[in-house]
C-alpha cells in the first residue's frame, strides 16, 4: 500500500526525519546514557522511560522513512470548479439534513475534529474531482451508503502549515 502525498507533505516528512536525527536522536541517547550512570537498571524508571522514548524516535523515524518509499505524488491539476487537495467544500449530508464544511487533504493531515477529511476516505472519494450540485453516493466500510450534495467550493487553502499525524 502507498500514501497519497503532496509536495509539500513529502518536504514536511523529510524535515521531521532530519530533525528527529539530528536533534532528537542525540537528546534520547543522552538521556539513556546518564539514566544508565545512576547505577542499579532494575528499578531505574528513568533509564526505562528514556529508552521508550528513544525507541518511539526511532520508530517514528522508520515510519517516516518508509512513507517516504511508498509515497504517490498527488497532482494539483484539476478544474478551478471541481474539487481538488486542499479544497474548502460545504456538503450537506441529506442522512442528517446538515450541512458540513470539510477541506480535502492527504491521509496524514486528516483531523475531521478540525474539519479536515482524507481523500482516502468515504466522503473524499465521493467528493474528489466533481462540481458543485452534484449528488454523490458516500458508501462506507460497512456496506452502508447515504448521499452528499455539493453546496459549495471554496478556494484552495495553503497547507504549509498543516501537521502532519504522528500515526
Do not use: W
Not at 59 to 75: F, H, P
Amino acid at each position: 500500500m502507498y500514501d497519497n502525498l503532496t509536495e509539500s507533505d513529502i518536504d514536511k516528512i523529510k524535515k521531521e526525519i532530519e530533525h528527529r536525527k539530528l536533534v532528537v536522536r542525540p537528546e534520547a541517547i543522552k538521556a539513556v546514557q546518564e539514566a544508565r550512570a545512576q547505577g542499579d537498571l532494575s528499578e531505574n524508571f528513568e533509564y526505562y522511560a528514556a529508552k521508550r522514548e528513544k525507541n518511539a524516535n526511532e520508530s517514528r523515524i522508520r515510519y517516516l522513512e518508509n512513507m517516504l518509499k511508498t509515497a504517490q505524488v498527488i497532482e494539483h491539476e484539476y478544474a478551478s470548479d471541481e474539487v481538488g487537495m486542499n479544497s474548502e467544500v460545504v456538503l450537506f449530508n441529506e442522512k442528517t439534513g446538515r450541512e458540513m464544511t470539510v477541506r480535502i487533504v492527504t491521509t496524514i493531515r486528516t483531523n475531521p475534529l478540525k474539519g479536515l477529511i482524507s481523500i482516502d476516505s468515504p466522503i473524499g472519494k465521493a467528493v474528489y474531482r466533481h462540481k458543485v450540485g452534484e449528488r454523490l453516493p458516500v458508501t462506507l466500510d460497512n456496506g452502508d451508503c447515504y448521499y452528499v450534495e455539493i453546496r459549495s467550493i471554496g478556494e484552495t487553502v495553503d497547507d504549509s502549515d498543516d501537521q502532519i499525524s504522528q500515526y
